[in-house]
């Protein structure tokens, strides 16, 4: 997958919805940082309202605009939760390394954001976060097993161990959750616009923004 660069000639696919659940702490807005502006920032503070940012690729030629949509993670109350999840393509669910309870809650944030969604009909992966805390490279799959054993149980379309300090698998999780989507559309459900007739701000657009919805 390719950021937009030129849009002369490409076509544009239909929106995407994605959102990211997890507790506090677990990382869900540096991972969303890291992949959306490449970067990590020490300073991110504990998300208390959700935030809406998005990035736009490039995939065989068609364009996509990816929303994602932060749910904050001290707050699995069904009536706010469920507001920001209507209509999601995909979900992250992010847990941390070492952290048993941030994996126990899993079972709490499907239960809420299932009062909302047939979960089991939409593409979704686990992410288990900051796999840095494990030392150097050679160690971010030790015991993997276990994180195989714990999606395959719940149904997940696949799970990564990721780390947003230094972008390790970021990428290719979101990528993979995004690639699920497109697979899952019916080919009724897709529909394609000419840049030659839809044509696009690209400053209105900038992947260094995130907007926050209240």
């Known amino acids: 997958m390719n950021d937009i660069s030129n849009e002369e000639g490409k076509k544009f696919g239909k929106d995407l919805k994605i959102i990211i659940v997890g507790d506090i702490s677990t990382g869900k807005t540096s991972i969303l940082n890291r992949y959306i ?8 503070k504990a998300t208390i309202a959700p935030e809406f940012s ?12 990816i929303q994602f949509w932060d749910i904050p ?13 209507r209509d999601t393509q995909g979900i992250i669910f992010c847990m941390e390394v070492e952290n048993v309870n941030s994996r126990t809650n899993i079972d709490t944030w499907e239960k809420c954001l299932n009062q909302f969604n047939d979960i089991k009909t939409i593409p979704k992966i686990l992410i288990e976060n900051k796999c840095d805390k494990l030392g150097d490279e050679s160690h971010y799959n030790d015991d993997i097993g276990s994180l195989n054993k714990f999606s395959n ?8 161990r990721t780390s947003a300090l230094n972008g390790y698998n970021v990428e290719q999780a979101v990528n ?39």
């Open 176 to 214: 993979f959750l995004i690639d699920e989507i497109i697979k899952s559309f019916d080919d009724e459900d897709v529909q394609y616009y000419d840049s030659k007739v839809i044509k696009m701000d690209n400053s209105a657009y900038s992947n260094n923004e995130k907007n926050r919805c209240c």
């Open 73 to 85: 993670g001290q707050n699995r109350t069904p009536e706010l939760t469920g507001v920001f999840c």
């Open 37 to 44: 502006n490449q970067k990590f920032e020490k300073t991110n």
């Open 54 to 65: 998005y990035k736009i690729i490039n995939l065989e030629d068609v364009i996509y605009r």
């Open 153 to 160: 149980d719940h149904g997940f379309s696949g799970c990564f």
